[in-house]
């Protein structure tokens, strides 16, 4: 079995899920991170038992045997970090959002044609025990016509060393941070979008931070994303997802501790509805969806296959329609897709 050498670029606050959800796999070892502040690097590489850099281009020139980068920085720098990976050839997985626009993700998809790697951006809600269900069930037809869905992801707002977050074009705050996963996974289950329309307000950081995005699927589905940055302390990171069909309803709830890496306590729920049949209640399994998404994408690097769970169609088209909803947000109408140029 081939063991893949990772190259993690970036040492905040989601290196913390990746870094144990890569030492659970047997395929997979951490062979040094990087990190542009020094003691940020140094001390997941002490807790990891391997090497740090500051500089992502020092490392992969001084560690040719890694063969697989996970880029965990802000989100204005990922295009930049592919670039330079594609350079030297390794596969990369990135956090998302893959960039802040559609125009930029283009980008990417073209960097990585061109170079030949293996890419995949890391969409974890993808890989979630109760999300999978819910897709697994759409794709069996067990819903019928989608008459509406609602999805929500709501966290207060969590501050560190991470002002980029809150900087309208770094990082854009909920509405980019989170609610790029809803419409991800909405996607997903419903195809292309036809029209997006929010109610969004803002905050003193000048980003949206509250948003209900109401979205028209092209093949008649349609749907709600609400996403929040602004719950008041103490409010437990909580995801939801209910989707409403002619032959099928069902909910999902998850709720976890302070943050997204507080797990203990978090309750989850997926629960079913069909007419003439006793409800179904589940527990879906709380596997580590990180280690999933992971191990996904090494099997497809070791199979030399193109990741088909997350695209960079799929990359690019979520953010055309995020970058829709802010437009909405700001003009107060109805966005048509097709007719959406970019972010304004
Ligand atoms: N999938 C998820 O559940 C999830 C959750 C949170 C964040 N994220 C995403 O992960 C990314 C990182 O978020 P975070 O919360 O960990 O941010 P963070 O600010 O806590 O950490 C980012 C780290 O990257 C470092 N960095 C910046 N530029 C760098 C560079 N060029 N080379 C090396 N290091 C560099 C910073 O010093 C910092 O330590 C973002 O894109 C974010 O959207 C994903």
Redesign the pocket.
Known sequence: MKKHQIGL?????????HIPAISMLENAELAAV????AA??EAAAQAARCRSF???RSMLQAMPEIDVCL?????Y??A??VELCAEFGKAVL????IAMTASQAARVRDVVAKSGIRYMT????RFWSGYVILKEMMDAGVFGEIRMSYFSRCSQA?R???D??YDPIL?GGAM??ML??DVDFMNSLFGPAKNVYALASRDETNCYQNVFASIEYKGGARGVAETSFTMREGYPFSMYAKVMGSKATAEFSYQAGYS?NDRQGACCSLKIWKDGQDPICMEPEQYNA?AKEIAYFLDCVDRGKRPEAVTLENSIEVMHVINAIEASAKLGQVIELDRFDGRL
Request: hydrophobic letters at 40%; proline letters at 4%.
């Open positions: 670029i970036g040492c905040g606050m989601i290196s913390r899920s990087c990190d542009v502040i940020k690097a500051t500089d992502a880029i965990a920085t802000p989100t720098t990922h930049e970090l990135c956090e998302k959002p890391a969409m974890v809600v969590q560190w060393d991470n980029w977050l990082g980019y941070d790029v996963h997204i990180y």
